[in-house]
């Protein structure tokens, strides 16, 4: 039983990291690339598939890794189906 | 057009301070969203002309964050069984065309009457929308509160017991989250007015989420979680639409992201430790006092188009800073509410996990 939960916490722990880990890179080339980003998403036209897909890409990274963080530290949906 | 292109190269310049400043708006408008479906939205655009970005900026960054941030909801409160995907879609789309039709009201408005008579239309919109839907959402509370039926399971209103039993033939559609079959001519207005109110107060969950539990009767945690759904879809075609004028600020919507996938994910998580009672307290509560936050502004707007005499400066920006003040004041009690059901609902679980425990170890020794 113990094992079982060891085993399910260190993969949270284990996708946490890789998630949290691409997520800081995002960010940081987001920031990092601020002027070239803006001025390429700012022509509209086909490149307003940029903001979205960037949006999604985001999303599923970010979105992720904040899934598993508050697994983590304790915070989880209540165990009983409603 | 050309203002078009003036607004989209006018980004602002970041620091630290902006930076910080807009990933806790974003978490608290997260966390409201992630717990009634939407309601989270509204103080962003505010929040970030504040920081002196551009109107139609403000307005398609806090869009494009808000589908990513409906996304990672609805897929959250899928798992826990609460979302009706099939009733989401199909409002989706109804509203999605509200949506449209709303963003055009908006421009003739504005090019009739200047900012000022398009700021007191939303401000309109806001008091009558939030004062009819939020004393409905109201009254239902105090009736429940007086009854001490707080605890008990939702009963389906007498109105949408009839919408129930139309029987309009090519047009019936079953709803997992209704138990029924309704006609799809009821949820096409709604959805639509749902997108109007959201190119209008960036907030269409406050008509969404109520029509889905009043008029079509399904229960407040399943209309809360699909009404992410409808976010989700008419956010990614609103963000398109301004993404075609470049508008969208990415670095805007990213960090506002970043911010509120924190707060979707544990208001998401709050909706499993309380009763749906709670979702219609968060949600009346949010609505009325923003209605007073609006309210302060029509006199502001009424000077400009010189209907009523001009106000004097100085009380106009009292005016407008009380307003802005009692907006965030809105979403921080939703905040502060949510996060003391979670918080009572984890000490809960924990003290019935340690009874439990305690109880098996006494069964086992007892062996």
Same mark, same amino acid.
């Given at each position: 039983?113990?094992?079982?939960?060891?085993?399910?916490?260190?993969?949270?722990?284990?996708?946490?990291?890789?998630?949290?880990?691409?997520?800081?890179?995002?960010?940081?080339?987001?920031?990092?690339?601020?002027?070239?980003?803006?001025?390429?998403?700012?022509?509209?036209?086909?490149?307003?598939?940029?903001?979205?897909?960037?949006?999604?890409?985001?999303?599923?990274?970010?979105?992720?890794?904040?899934?598993?963080?508050?697994?983590?530290?304790?915070?989880?949906?209540?165990?009983?189906?409603? | 057009?050309?203002?078009? !292109?003036?607004?989209?190269?006018?980004?602002?310049?970041?620091?630290?301070?902006? #930076?910080?400043?807009?990933?806790?708006?974003?978490?608290?408008?997260?966390?409201?969203?992630?717990?009634?479906?939407?309601?989270? !939205?509204?103080?962003?655009?505010?929040?970030?002309?504040?920081?002196?970005?551009?109107?139609?900026?403000?307005?398609?960054?806090?869009?494009?964050?808000?589908?990513?941030?409906?996304?990672?909801? #609805?897929?959250?409160?899928?798992?826990?069984?609460?979302?009706?995907?099939?009733?989401?879609?199909?409002?989706?789309?109804?509203?999605? #065309?509200?949506?449209?039709?709303?963003?055009?009201?908006?421009?003739?408005?504005?090019?009739?009457?200047?900012?000022?008579?398009?700021?007191?239309?939303?401000?309109?919109?806001?008091?009558?929308?939030?004062?009819?839907?939020?004393?409905?959402?109201?009254?239902?509370?105090?009736?429940?509160?007086?009854?001490?039926?707080?605890?008990?399971?939702?009963?389906?209103?007498?109105?949408?017991?009839?919408?129930?039993?139309?029987?309009?033939?090519?047009?019936?559609?079953?709803?997992?989250?209704?138990? !029924?079959?309704?006609?799809?001519?009821?949820?096409?207005?709604?959805?639509? !007015?749902?997108?109007?109110?959201?190119?209008?107060?960036?907030?269409?969950?406050?008509?969404?989420?109520?029509?889905?539990?009043?008029?079509?009767?399904?229960?407040?945690?399943?209309?809360?979680?699909?009404?992410?759904?409808?976010?989700?879809?008419?956010?990614?075609?609103?963000?398109?639409?301004?993404?075609?004028?470049?508008?969208?600020?990415?670095?805007?919507?990213?960090?506002?992201?970043?911010?509120?996938?924190?707060?979707?994910?544990?208001?998401?998580?709050?909706?499993?430790?309380?009763?749906?009672?709670?979702?219609?307290?968060?949600?009346?509560?949010?609505?009325?006092?923003?209605?007073?936050?609006?309210?302060?502004?029509?006199?502001?707007?009424?000077?400009?188009?010189?209907?009523?005499?001009?106000?004097?400066?100085?009380?106009?920006?009292?005016?407008?800073?009380?307003?802005?003040?009692?907006?965030?004041?809105?979403?921080?009690?939703?905040?502060?509410?949510?996060?003391?059901?979670?918080?009572?609902?984890?000490?809960?679980?924990?003290?019935?996990?340690?009874?439990?425990?305690?109880?098996?170890?006494?069964?086992?020794?007892?062996?």
């Amino acid at each position: 039983m113990a094992e079982g939960i060891g085993k399910f916490k260190k993969k949270h722990y284990v996708k946490a990291a890789v998630l949290g880990v691409l997520s800081l890179v995002l960010y940081t080339v987001l920031f990092t690339k601020q002027h070239i980003l803006n001025e390429t998403f700012a022509k509209g036209g086909y490149y307003a598939l940029l903001p979205i897909a960037t949006a999604f890409l985001f999303s599923f990274v970010h979105g992720g890794f904040t899934g598993h963080f508050w697994d983590i530290i304790g915070i989880s949906a209540k165990k009983e189906k409603r | 057009m050309h203002d078009l !292109a003036a607004q989209a190269s006018n980004f602002i310049d970041l620091t630290t301070t902006t #930076a910080v400043y807009l990933f806790i708006v974003g978490f608290i408008g997260g966390l409201v969203s992630g717990f009634i479906g939407s309601g989270g !939205a509204f103080v962003l655009t505010p929040a970030m002309m504040s920081l002196g970005v551009p109107g139609l900026v403000a307005v398609a960054s806090n869009m494009c964050h808000k589908f990513p941030k409906a996304l990672i909801g #609805a897929i959250k409160r899928y798992r826990y069984g609460q979302v009706d995907i099939k009733l989401g879609l199909i409002m989706g789309v109804s509203s999605e #065309a509200g949506v449209l039709y709303g963003a055009s009201l908006q421009e003739k408005i504005k090019h009739s009457f200047g900012d000022a008579g398009s700021n007191l239309y939303v401000s309109v919109a806001f008091v009558l929308a939030l004062g009819v839907v939020g004393s409905i959402i109201l009254k239902d509370v105090l009736k429940s509160l007086k009854n001490q039926t707080t605890n008990e399971e939702e009963k389906v209103t007498a109105l949408a017991r009839w919408v129930q039993s139309v029987h309009i033939p090519g047009t019936m559609v079953y709803f997992k989250s209704l138990n !029924a079959r309704i006609s799809v001519l009821f949820t096409l207005p709604l959805g639509f !007015a749902t997108g109007i109110l959201a190119a209008t107060i960036a907030v269409g969950g406050f008509i969404g989420v109520p029509s889905m539990m009043y008029v079509m009767g399904a229960p407040g945690l399943m209309a809360s979680a699909t009404e992410l759904v409808i976010a989700f879809v008419m956010g990614v075609g609103g963000s398109f639409k301004y993404a075609l004028h470049g508008l969208v600020d990415i670095r805007l919507s990213m960090l506002i992201l970043g911010g509120s996938l924190f707060g979707i994910q544990l208001g998401a998580i709050g909706t499993t430790y309380v009763k749906p009672f709670m979702i219609k307290v968060v949600m009346a509560t949010i609505m009325m006092i923003v209605l007073f936050s609006r309210l302060l502004m029509i006199p502001v707007y009424l000077s400009q188009l010189k209907v009523i005499s001009p106000l004097s400066e100085g009380l106009a920006k009292g005016l407008k800073s009380s307003s802005f003040a009692i907006m965030i004041l809105a979403l921080l009690i939703g905040a502060f509410i949510i996060l003391k059901a979670i918080i009572k609902g984890l000490i809960t679980e924990h003290q019935l996990n340690i009874k439990l425990a305690v109880k098996h170890q006494h069964a086992s020794g007892g062996q």
